[in-house]
C-alpha cells in the first residue's frame, strides 16, 4: 500500500475518532445544560416573585400572611417568559388543584430514536430538581421547586447534537481533505527518489533529483545521489578491469599461439617427416604393405589431420574472422559453416543497417556473441529453426544489437541461473564495451539479445 494512502488512512481514523469523541462531549454538554437552564429557569423565577411577594405585602398589610401563599397572580405569562422550554416549575407550598408552570416543550427538537434515549438515561440519569425560595430574609414566603421534562430534555439533546454533528463532520471532511493535500504534496519527492531507484537498478545510476524542503526527505535524497556516485564509480571501474581482462586474455592467447605453433607445430612437422621417411624406407626395403609402411602411413595421416586442428586453432587464437574479414562477411562465413556442417535445424541471417564500418571490439564482440548462441542453440535445443539479427541502431541509441532466437523451447530463467563459461564470456565483453546482455522468452523458444554501443 502506498504511503500517501497509509497516511491519509490513519488520519481518516484520527478524524473519526476526534469526531466520536466531539459527538459524546455534545451528547453530555447538551444533557448537563439541561440542568443548567432548570437552575436558571428556578433562580429567575424565585426573583420575579420575590418582588411580587413583598409588593403584595405591602401593598395589603391587613392581609394574613397566610394569604400571600401561593404568592398571588403568579401563574402569568410574563413568569412563563422566565422559564426555559421544557422546564416545569411549581410555587411550594402548592394550591389545590395546582399543576406546575412548564415552559414551551413544542417543537424544540425532532423525537429523538429510541436507543439514543435508553443510552443517555442509562449512562448520564435523571435530571434533578432544582428549589429556590423565594425570599432568604423570610422562609415562610414559599420556595420555586424546577425540573425537566425527560422526554423534552432528550430531543433537546438530541436536537443540539444534530445542530452540531453537522458542523463536525462537515470540519472533518474539510480538515482530511486539506490534510491529504498537504499529505500528497509533502510525500510528492517521494515518487521522484524512487523513479531514481528504480533508473539506478536499470543502470542509470547518476540520476538528478529535485530539491526537497522536507528535511528527511532531502536526507535521503543525498543519500541515494552519492549511493548513485559510487555505484557509478565501481561501475567504471569494473569495465575498466573487464577490458583490461580482456586485453590480457587477447595476450594469452597471441602468446599460446606463439607457443603452439613454434613447439607444437615444429614437432608435429618433424614426426611428419619422421612418418614419411619411415614409410618410405619400408616401401623400399620390404614388399609393399607391410605393417611399417601401414603404421608409418598412419602416422602421417593422424599428423597431418592434427596440424590441421592446430592451424585451425592459430588462426582462432591470433585474430578473429571479424578483425580480419570484417563484421558482415564474418557473420556470413559463421552461417555458412554452421550450414554445411548440418541441414537442421535451418538458420537464417538477418542483416539490417549498414555493418560496413562496424570493426575493431565492437565487431569482435558482436560476432563473439553471435558465434556463442549460435553454439548454444545447435547444441542445447532441439530447434528447428534459428534466426540470427544483427541490427545497427542509429540516432539517439547508436548501438548494435545482436539478437539470436530459436524455437527449440526451453526456460529462459534457468538458461539465465546455469550460464555456462560461453554465456558468461560473452556477457563480460558486452559489459566492458557499456552493454548489456539479455536472455528471454520468445514465441516457441529462447531469445538471446546483445546491446553493444557503437561508442565504444
Not at 440519569?125 to 430534555?153: K, L, N, Q, Y
Not at 548454444?376 to 544483427?390: D, F, G, P, Q
Amino acid at each position: 500500500m502506498r504511503l500517501v494512502l497509509q497516511l491519509v488512512a490513519r488520519l481518516l481514523v484520527i478524524v473519526a475518532l476526534c469526531l466520536g469523541a466531539a459527538t459524546v462531549w455534545a451528547t453530555i454538554d447538551a444533557y448537563r445544560s439541561v440542568d443548567r437552564a432548570t437552575s436558571a429557569s428556578a433562580e429567575r423565577v424565585s426573583q420575579a416573585l420575590e418582588a411580587l411577594y413583598w409588593r403584595e405585602l405591602l401593598l395589603r398589610s391587613n392581609r394574613m400572611r397566610e394569604q400571600l401563599l401561593p404568592a398571588p397572580d403568579w401563574r402569568t405569562i410574563e413568569t412563563m417568559g422566565l422559564i426555559a422550554p421544557g422546564i416545569c416549575v411549581q410555587f411550594e407550598p402548592a394550591g389545590a388543584f395546582e399543576k406546575p408552570l412548564c415552559g414551551q416543550s413544542k417543537g424544540i427538537g425532532k423525537a429523538p430514536p429510541r436507543w439514543f434515549a435508553t443510552t443517555v438515561q442509562a449512562l448520564l440519569g435523571a435530571h434533578a430538581t432544582v428549589e429556590r425560595p423565594i425570599s432568604a430574609r423570610t422562609a415562610t414566603a414559599g420556595t420555586v421547586r424546577a425540573i425537566a421534562d425527560p422526554d423534552a430534555a432528550i430531543a433537546l439533546a438530541w436536537q443540539h447534537i444534530l445542530d452540531n454533528i453537522h458542523v463536525a463532520l462537515l470540519m472533518a471532511l474539510a480538515i482530511a481533505l486539506l490534510a491529504s493535500l498537504a499529505i500528497a504534496h509533502t510525500l510528492a519527492p517521494a515518487h521522484s527518489i524512487v523513479s531514481a531507484l528504480r533508473r539506478m537498478a536499470d543502470g542509470e545510476y547518476r540520476t538528478p533529483l529535485p530539491r526537497v524542503r522536507s528535511m528527511e526527505l532531502a536526507m535521503i535524497g543525498r543519500a541515494v545521489g552519492d549511493l548513485g556516485d559510487r555505484l557509478a564509480q565501481a561501475e567504471e571501474e569494473r569495465t575498466m578491469l573487464t577490458r583490461r581482462l580482456l586485453e590480457i586474455r587477447s595476450d594469452e592467447r597471441r602468446a599460446l599461439a606463439r607457443e603452439l605453433h613454434d613447439e607444437f607445430g615444429q614437432n608435429l612437422t618433424a614426426i611428419l617427416a619422421f612418418a614419411n621417411t619411415i614409410e618410405a624406407s619400408a616401401g623400399d626395403k620390404y614388399a609393399a604393405g607391410t605393417e611399417i609402411a601401414q603404421d608409418a602411413r598412419m602416422i602421417s595421416q593422424a599428423t597431418r589431420r592434427i596440424i590441421a586442428c592446430l592451424r585451425d586453432t592459430l588462426n582462432r587464437l591470433r585474430h578473429p574472422p571479424a578483425e580480419e574479414l570484417g563484421l558482415e562477411a564474418s557473420l556470413v562465413d559463421l552461417v555458412d559453416s554452421w550450414r554445411s556442417r548440418t541441414a537442421q535445424p535451418m538458420i537464417q541471417l538477418d542483416l539490417q543497417g549498414d555493418l560496413a564500418d562496424i570493426s575493431g571490439t565492437v565487431a569482435v564482440t558482436a560476432y563473439r556473441v553471435a558465434q556463442e548462441c549460435l553454439t548454444n542453440a545447435l547444441r542445447h535445443s532441439s530447434a528447428r529453426e534459428i534466426v540470427l539479427r544483427i541490427e545497427r541502431r542509429s540516432g539517439t541509441e547508436n548501438a548494435l544489437l545482436v539478437r539470436v532466437e530459436d524455437d527449440g523451447g526451453g526456460d529462459a530463467a534457468k538458461v539465465a541461473q546455469s550460464a555456462g563459461f560461453g554465456l558468461t564470456g560473452v556477457s563480460e565483453r558486452v559489459a566492458a564495451l557499456g552493454g548489456s546482455l539479455s536472455i528471454a522468452r520468445a514465441s516457441r523458444g529462447l531469445s538471446v539479445a546483445a546491446t553493444i554501443p557503437l561508442a565504444a
